[in-house]
C-alpha cells in the first residue's frame, strides 16, 4: 500500500490544520491505520488511529485536539488538528497495519505498522 501525506504546513498556536493521507488501496477489509509524528531529536510519537471497525485512539497530548477520521470511498485517512501548540511541531507520517495493530496500547510506538507514507511538516509559531 502506498501512503502519500498532505495539508502539513506552519500556523499560529491556535489555530487549525487538516492533514490528509490518500492510500493506494486497502488492502483488506480488516485494518488500521494511524497519525505518527516525530520532532527533530525526539522519538515517534503516536498521534492518533482508526480501525476499520471504526474504533478510534489518542495520544493523551492530542486528546480533545485533534480528530481523526476517514472517507472509505476515497480510500482517504484525515487528521483534523485544532487547538495547536508549538509542541505540535513535528513530522507528521500516516501509516497502516493489520487491524490486530490497533488492539493494544503497542499502536503508540507504531508496531505492526508495515506501511508509511513520507511525512508532511507542521510547524506551530507561538
Known amino acids: 500500500m502506498q501512503l502519500v501525506e498532505s495539508g502539513g504546513g506552519s500556523v499560529q498556536a491556535g489555530g487549525s490544520l487538516r492533514l490528509s493521507c490518500a492510500a493506494s488501496?486497502?488492502?483488506?477489509?480488516?485494518?488500521?491505520m494511524g497519525w505518527f509524528r516525530q520532532a527533530p531529536g525526539k522519538e515517534r510519537e503516536g498521534v492518533a488511529i482508526?480501525?476499520?471497525?471504526?474504533?478510534?485512539a489518542y495520544g493523551e497530548s492530542v486528546k480533545g485536539r485533534f480528530t481523526i477520521s476517514e472517507d472509505n470511498a476515497k480510500n482517504t485517512l484525515y487528521l483534523q488538528m485544532n487547538s495547536l501548540k508549538p509542541e505540535d511541531t513535528a513530522m507528521y507520517y500516516c501509516?497502516?497495519?493489520?487491524?490486530?495493530?490497533?488492539?493494544?496500547?503497542?499502536?503508540?510506538?507504531?508496531?505492526?505498522?508495515?506501511?508509511w507514507g513520507q511525512g508532511t511538516q507542521v510547524t506551530v509559531s507561538s
Open positions: 488501496r486497502y488492502t483488506s477489509s480488516n485494518y488500521c
Open positions: 482508526i480501525a476499520s471497525g471504526g474504533g478510534t
Open positions: 501509516a497502516a497495519g493489520p487491524v490486530e495493530a490497533c488492539y493494544s496500547r503497542s499502536w503508540l510506538y507504531g508496531l505492526r505498522f508495515g506501511d
